[in-house]
T-cell receptor
């Protein structure tokens, strides 16, 4: 089974500053990786995905993530934070259930706060 | 718009009552998943349908939980004799996650008093 570790359950950055949210996965083979964003009382919205086509993946709202196999990482970045980026962010990896069916395994999430 | 609606969006119930949630994908999908998200955690897999067949249930799904997907379209998740530990967001996700976008519905937030 896969696992995902998100370092930092809470991250605060000033408006206009760099956003860096960390995600490390455990896998012996390159997996499919995803970042989702969740606003209060809403479902999950896909930000971006890695499916082995390119190591630098660009997503919506100016976010991007870089797949680094040597570090088993898939960190999410944004050059300049905006107030509207305040939300919870989840890293996820494609995984298999005990019976071999596809599913997603999520990290515990990182709550991003933007300081005016 | 993720193409998925879930009803109700919020449900408050007393311990011991039964509740039922519904998930309606707008377009047809062979696969449909249910996930549960507790406070401060990421979503966790609950169960999976291929068309109308429920192919797998995780160990998180006790005997008090039952899910159906008649006709392979909408799906329902019922919890009998609710407990406070059932309080969570229940998310429906139609479609395949394998390398493709897994879209999620807005979720049903259950609060058991």
């Amino acid at each position: 089974a896969q696992s995902v570790t998100q370092l930092g359950s809470h991250v605060s950055v000033s408006e206009g500053a760099l956003v860096l949210l960390r995600c490390n996965y455990s896998s012996s083979v390159p997996p499919y990786l995803f970042w989702y964003v969740q606003y209060p009382n809403q479902g999950l919205q896909l930000l971006l995905k890695y499916t082995s086509a390119a190591t630098l993946v660009k997503g919506i709202n100016g976010f991007e993530a870089e797949f680094k196999k040597s570090e088993t990482s898939f960190h999410l970045t944004k050059p300049s934070a905006h107030m509207s980026d305040a939300a919870e962010y989840f890293c996820a990896v494609s995984d298999l259930t005990n019976f071999g069916n596809e599913k997603l395994t999520f990290g515990t999430g990182t709550r991003l706060t933007i300081i005016p | 718009d993720t193409g998925v609606s879930q009803n109700p969006r919020h449900k408050i119930t007393k311990r011991g009552q039964n509740v039922t949630f519904r998930c309606d994908p707008i377009s047809e999908h062979n696969r449909l998943y249910w996930y549960r998200q507790t406070l401060g955690q990421g979503p966790e897999f609950l169960t999976y349908f291929q068309n109308e067949a429920q192919l797998e249930k995780s160990r998180l799904l006790s005997d008090r939980f039952s899910a159906e997907r008649p006709k392979g379209s909408f799906s329902t998740l019922e919890i009998q004799r609710t407990e406070q530990g059932d309080s969570a967001m229940y998310l429906c996700a139609p479609g395949p996650p394998q390398g493709n976008e897994q879209f999620f519905g807005p979720g049903t937030r259950l609060t058991v008093l």
